[in-house]
C-alpha cells in the first residue's frame, strides 16, 4: 500500500505548481486525505485537507486563498493547487490517509494511516 506525492519543482514567487498523490495497493476513496510540508530546521505543518466525500475541506490560514485542494473523479487521487507561491511555501510536501477526519479537523499529523514519500517545492525569491 503506497501514496505517492509527485509535481514538486523550483518556482519564482508568484509562480505556480500542483501537486498530486496517487495511491497504489489499495482503494482510498472511503479516506479523508491531506497534504503536509517541512521546511528545512522546521517540524512538519499541515497545509490541507479534504474529506473522503470531496465535500469537507480544510486550510491553513497562510494558504487560503493560494492553495486548492481536490480529488480525482475516483476519489484516489488527490491534488494541491498552488498559486502566488511565496518562498515561505518551500519545503517538501508530503500526502497522508486516514479514515477519519479527527486530526485533520484539528491540523494535526498525529495518527495518519498512510503516509507517502515527499515531493520538494523550492520557491526562490
Known amino acids: 500500500v503506497q501514496l505517492q506525492a509527485s509535481g514538486g519543482g523550483l518556482v519564482q514567487a508568484g509562480g505556480s505548481l500542483r501537486l498530486s498523490c496517487g495511491a497504489s495497493?489499495?482503494?482510498?476513496?472511503?479516506?479523508?486525505m491531506g497534504w503536509f510540508r517541512q521546511a528545512p530546521g522546521k517540524e512538519r505543518e499541515f497545509v490541507a485537507a479534504?474529506?473522503?466525500?470531496?465535500?469537507?475541506?480544510s486550510y491553513l490560514d497562510s494558504v487560503k486563498g493560494r492553495f486548492t485542494i481536490s480529488r480525482g473523479n475516483a476519489k484516489n487521487t488527490m491534488y494541491l493547487q498552488m498559486n502566488s507561491l511565496k518562498p515561505e511555501d518551500t519545503a517538501v510536501y508530503y500526502c497522508?490517509?486516514?479514515?477519519?477526519?479527527?486530526?485533520?479537523?484539528?491540523?494535526?499529523?498525529?495518527?495518519?494511516?498512510?503516509w507517502g514519500e515527499g515531493t520538494l517545492v523550492t520557491v526562490s525569491s
Open positions: 479534504i474529506s473522503w466525500t470531496g465535500v469537507t475541506t
Open positions: 495497493g489499495r482503494t482510498f476513496s472511503n479516506y479523508n
Open positions: 497522508a490517509a486516514d479514515d477519519t477526519w479527527g486530526s485533520f479537523s484539528r491540523q494535526e499529523d498525529y495518527g495518519m494511516d498512510y
